[in-house]
C-alpha cells in the first residue's frame, strides 16, 4: 500500500504481520514466507503480545496490546526504500498509539525480541523481490540454493534438521526429500548428488569462526543522557552511570540510554511532544554516529509505560503501581490462609510466584560441615543455625504422585573459605547418591527465600559464632541479643544481632537474654501476629523465664544489660518496594572467551535444548538449568550465575539465591515461568539420531534420485555457472513417489494384510498401545498399530481423523506415533 494512504487492516489470527517495501509502497508478505528477507528491501515487522485481531480489524482497534514495531534494513537497501519503510513506520506508530516499542534492526545484526520470531531461523535472500514473482515459490522444482547456516554460540544438528523440514514444508509442499550427511565417506550417494550440482570441492573445509560477541562486562556498562533541545541545536547530556535510578526519568524529557555499545535506548515520557518522538530514532542514529559506534549497532525506542524487560532491568528497581498493589494483596492472602500443595502443583504459576514448592510439610534433613565432612544435625536442634558454619538442607516432597528433592547449600557470612568449598562438595556426593535428581539451592544468610522459612515452620534462628558437635550454638558471652522479625510460619525468622542499644527498631521484636533474666522487647510498631510469633519463637533460644516489656516502659537493668542508652531506627517501616520485572531467559556460552549470554524472548519449553545450559532470572532468584548433555557444565554453572550478578547493570545482590535445575527435575517455582509446560516431554522427545533414521523417511527416494546420477553422465558446469538439467530433474524428486510416500495408512477396502488379519478399527487402544510385536492380537500389522483403533479412540488419542493423519507426510506420522506408543 501507499505510505500516504490509509493504513491496512489486518487479514490475519496470528500476532506477526509483515511488509515489504516495493515500487516505493509497503506490501504485505504472505505468512508462509515469514522468515526469508532479501537484502535488497526493507521490512516492517509488526508483533503483538494478545491473540491477534479478527479479519479486516482496524490496527486502531488493538492500541490497547503490549506491540513490538521493527523496522528492518537489508544491507544492500537504498535510500528511497529506507525512507519509505521510515514513513510507513511513523504512520504505524502513529496509529498504534501506546504500549508500542520501536526498533531498528540491521541485517545480520538482529536484536533478540526479532530473531525470537522466526524459529528455527532466519534466511537471507539475495538480489531483490520483483514485482512480478511471489516471495516463496511452492512447488517449483528447479530452484537450488546453498545456505549458510549459522548461530550466536553454536549450531546444532537438531536446529540444522529444524530449519531444512521447514523449508520442506514451507517452499517444497513437503513433497521434498531430506538427505544428511553425517560422514561423508558414509554416505556416498549424498555425496554425488552435491557434486553434481556444486561441483567437486577444491581444498579442505574452512575451520570454524567464532561470531564476535559482547561479554557480560561491556553489557554491564551503561550511561544515561538527558537529550534535549536548545535553541535550533540538540543537547546530549550525560546524567549517570550504573546502578540507575528510575527517577532519572523525568515524564516531560526524552533520555538515550547506552548499554556499552551493544544496544542504543531511547525513553521517551509520557508528556514528551510528538515533534521529538518522530526525532528519535534520528537522534540514536546522530549519537551512534558521534559515538563511533558500527551503523547496525541496535535502537529500541520505548514509551514511558511500555518498557522492554530489557530495558527495565538496567535499573537498579522498577515500580508498577498497578502490579505492585496487585502483588501486595495477593502476598496479603498467602499469610491469612494456610497453603494448598495441590493447587501449588496443579497451578505452578503460582508455586513460581510465591517461590514455595509446597507448603513445607515435607521430610527434613541437616547436616554441618566441619573438617571437611558433613555432620549430622539433631532433629531437635533443626532451624537452629550459626553464621560461622554452612549446612546442607535436604528437603524431600511429593509432587503428582512422584518424590522430588530440593537441597539448600546455606552460608553464614562468617563461614571460612575452605567450609564454603567442602559444602559444594558434600553437595556433590549427595547429588551421586540422588543420581543426580536433587534441585540445588545456593542461600546466603540473610537472603533466605520463603520455603526455605517455611519447612522450619518460623523457628529458623541463626546464631553468631559456629557450632559445636551437637549443632548447638556456642554462646559468645551472657548477654545476648536477638532479632525476631515475621508475622506467621512462612515467614519468620530470628538473628542474633549485637547486644547493644543501637540494634533495637521500634517495628520489630527483641529478645534481650542475660545471666539472670530474659527480657521479650515489643517495639511501638510491632503487629499482634508478630507478638505470638515471637512468643512461640523465644523457647528456641531459652527456657527462662521471660519479662515483657514494651517500647517506653523498659527497666534500668535492661539498658544496663545493653550497655546503655542509644539512638536506634524509630520510625515506621515503608512496605518493601515490590519491582516490576519479568522473568528473563539467556542461553550461555563461553566457547569464544568471557562469558556471553544470549536471551530468548518470548520464551517456551521448546527453547530448552538438552546441549545447552540456561539461566533463568526471575529477578529474586536465579535458575541454572542443565540440559542431560550439558552435565560437563555442572561445576561452572553456578559461577556463571554469580557472574551475571555481579556484572548485572542494576548492582544485583550477590547474595540473590541460586538454583542448579538438570533436565527432567524442574520444579513448579521454575515451570511455572514458563506459558505451558509438558512433564512428559522429556521422554517423549526424539534424539536427532531418531529423527534421521525414522522419522525423514527418506532413503528409497534418494536411492532413486543416485541410481539416476549413476545411470546418466550429469553435465557439468556449463558457462553460465548452473548444473545441467538432468542435475535439476535428479534432485527435484519424483513428484508421484512423494505423493504415495504420504499415504501410509491402509487403504479403504484394500483388504487385509494377511489372511488371518483382524479388521481395521475393531481392537481396543489396551491392546495396541505401548505393546511389542510379540504382545499383539494375531493378525495385526505392527507398522499400522494405530489404524485399528476405532475412529473415536484414533480422534480422542492423536487429536486428529484417521483421514487427516493420513494425509501428513510420512516423518510427521512416524513421529506422532512414536510419541503416543503405537510405533
Known amino acids: 500500500m501507499d505510505t500516504n494512504g490509509g493504513l491496512p487492516a489486518i487479514e490475519s489470527h496470528r500476532d506477526l504481520h509483515i511488509w515489504i517495501t516495493e515500487n516505493l509502497k509497503m506490501v504485505p508478505v504472505p505468512e508462509r514466507a515469514y522468515g526469508n528477507f532479501f537484502e535488497e528491501h526493507c521490512y516492517i515487522v509488526l508483533h503483538m503480545q494478545t491473540p491477534g485481531p479478527s479479519v479486516h480489524q482496524s490496527l486502531k482497534a488493538t492500541s490497547g496490546a503490549p506491540k513490538d514495531l521493527h523496522y528492518w534494513v537489508g544491507k544492500e537497501a537504498g535510500v528511497e526504500a529506507q525512507g519509505t519503510a521510515g514513513s510507513f513506520v511513523q504512520h504505524l506508530q502513529e496509529t498504534l498509539g501506546g504500549a508500542t516499542v520501536q526498533h531498528r534492526e540491521a541485517q545480520g545484526h538482529e536484536s533478540a525480541c526479532f530473531r525470537s520470531y522466526f524459529r528455527p531461523g532466519i534466511i537471507y535472500r539475495k538480489g531483490g523481490l520483483a514485482s512480478a514473482l511471489k516471495h516463496v515459490e511452492t512447488n517449483v522444482y528447479n530452484i537450488q540454493r546453498l545456505l549458510h547456516i549459522r548461530a550466536g554460540k553454536h549450531v546444532s544438528a537438531s536446529e540444522g534438521l529444524a530449519l531444512t523440514r521447514s523449508l520442506q514444508d514451507r517452499e517444497r509442499g513437503g513433497r521434498a526429500q531430506i538427505g544428511v550427511v553425517g560422514d561423508e565417506a558414509e554416505a556416498t550417494d549424498l555425496m554425488q548428488i552435491m557434486e553434481a550440482v556444486l561441483g567437486c570441492r577444491v581444498g579442505n573445509l574452512h575451520t570454524a569462526t567464532p561470531s564476535k560477541s559482547i561479554d557480560q562486562l561491556q553489557k554491564a556498562n551503561v550511561r544515561l543522557y538527558h537529550v534535549y533541545e536548545k535553541g535550533k541545536d540538540v543537547v546530549i547530556q550525560e546524567l549517570a552511570t550504573c546502578p540507575l535510578a528510575q527517577d532519572l526519568l523525568q515524564k516531560e524529557d526524552c533520555y538515550i540510554l547506552d548499554q556499552g555499545g551493544f544496544k542504543i535506548y531511547v525513553w521517551q515520557g509520557c508528556m514528551t511532544s510528538l515533534q521529538e518522538k518522530k526525532a528519535a530514532f534520528s537522534r540514536a542514529l546522530g549519537f551512534i554516529q558521534a559515538k563511533g559506534y558500527p551503523s547496525y549497532t541496535n535502537v529500541e525506542v520505548v514509551d514511558e509505560g511500555a518498557e522492554s524487560a530489557a530495558f527495565k532491568q538496567l535499573f537498579r528497581s522498577w515500580s508498577g503501581q498497578q502490579r505492585k498493589n496487585k502483588h501486595l494483596r495477593g502476598m496479603g ?18 508455586a513460581a510466584q510465591l517461590r514455595m514448592v509446597d507448603d513445607g510439610s515435607g521430610k527434613v534433613e541437616v547436616w554441618y560441615i566441619q573438617d571437611s565432612c558433613r555432620q549430622p544435625v539433631d532433629p531437635t536442634h533443626h532451624g537452629q543455625l550459626c553464621a560461622g558454619n554452612c549446612y546442607l538442607v535436604l528437603y524431600t516432597y511429593q509432587k503428582m504422585g512422584l518424590i522430588q528433592y530440593l537441597l539448600y547449600l546455606w552460608q553464614g557470612l562468617q563461614a571460612a573459605a575452605h567450609e564454603i568449598k567442602a559444602l559444594k562438595g558434600n553437595a556433590e556426593e549427595l547429588d551421586l547418591q540422588y543420581h543426580g535428581a536433587l534441585v540445588q539451592e545456593h542461600v546466603t544468610m540473610g537472603s533466605e527465600p520463603p520455603h526455605f522459612l517455611t519447612i522450619f515452620q518460623g523457628q529458623l534462628v541463626i546464631f553468631q559464632g559456629s557450632a559445636g558437635h551437637n549443632g548447638k550454638g556456642q554462646p559468645a558471652s551472657a548477654t545476648r541479643l536477638f532479632h525476631v522479625r515475621g508475622t506467621d510460619s512462612y515467614n519468620t525468622w530470628t538473628l542474633e544481632v549485637p547486644a547493644r542499644a543501637s540494634a533495637l527498631n521500634s517495628n520489630d521484636i527483641f529478645l534481650l537474654a542475660t545471666a539472670g533474666l530474659c527480657y521479650l522487647w515489643f517495639g511501638k510498631g510491632c503487629s499482634g501476629d508478630q507478638r505470638e510469633m515471637a512468643r512461640t519463637v523465644v523457647t528456641v533460644i531459652s527456657r527462662k523465664d521471660k519479662e515483657m516489656v514494651l517500647e517506653g516502659q523498659e527497666p534500668p537493668h535492661f539498658w544496663e544489660a545493653l550497655g546503655g542508652r542509644a539512638p536506634y531506627p524509630s520510625s515506621k517501616r515503608l512496605p518493601e518496594d515490590v519491582s516490576d520485572f519479568q522473568p528473563r ?26 546441549y545447552d545450559v540456561m539461566l533463568l532470572d526471575t529477578w529474586e532468584e536465579i535458575f541454572l538449568w542443565l540440559g542431560a548433555a550439558a552435565s560437563e557444565w555442572k561445576q561452572e554453572a553456578v559461577a556463571w550465575g554469580r557472574e551475571y550478578l555481579k556484572t548485572h547493570p542494576a548492582g544485583r545482590s550477590l547474595a540473590t539465591p541460586i538454583l542448579l535445575v538438570k533436565q527432567g527435575h524442574e520444579p513448579p517455582t521454575f515451570t511455572g515461568w514458563f506459558h505451558t509446560w509438558d512433564p512428559y516431554k522429556w521422554t517423549n522427545n ?3 539420531e531418531e529423527v534421521v533414521e525414522g522419522g525423514l523417511g527418506a532413503v528409497s527416494a ?16 556449463p558457462s553460465n555457472g548452473r548444473a545441467g538439467p538432468l542435475a535439476l530433474w535428479a534432485l527435484k524428486g519424483s513428484k508421484d513417489s512423494s505423493e504415495n510416500e504420504l499415504e501410509l495408512g491402509p487403504k479403504a477396502g484394500s483388504g487385509s494384510s494377511s489372511p488371518g488379519s483382524v479388521a481395521s478399527g475393531s ?57 503416543l506408543g503405537f510405533f
Open 763 to 819: 481392537l481396543p487402544r489396551e491392546q495396541l498401545r505401548h505393546q511389542a510385536v510379540e504382545d499383539l492380537p494375531e493378525g495385526v500389522d505392527p507398522a499400522h498399530k494405530e489404524s485399528y483403533l476405532s475412529d473415536s479412540d484414533f480422534q480422542e488419542i492423536f487429536g486428529k481423523s484417521k483421514e487427516e493423519f493420513y494425509s501428513m507426510a510420512k516423518w510427521r506420522q512416524q513421529q506422532e506415533k512414536k510419541q
Open 585 to 610: 531467559l539467556f542461553e550461555c556460552s563461553i566457547q569464544t572467551g568471557p562469558l556471553v549470554l544470549t536471551e530468548v524472548v518470548f520464551f517456551s519449553q521448546e527453547d530448552l535444548d538438552k
Open 702 to 717: 534418494i536411492s532413486e534420485i543416485t541410481a539416476e546420477v549413476n545411470n546418466f553422465q550429469l553435465s557439468r558446469w
Open 333 to 350: 492472602k498467602l499469610l491469612q490462609v494456610k497453603l494448598d500443595v495441590g493447587k501449588l502443583h496443579s497451578h505452578p504459576e503460582l
Open 686 to 688: 526424539q534424539s536427532y
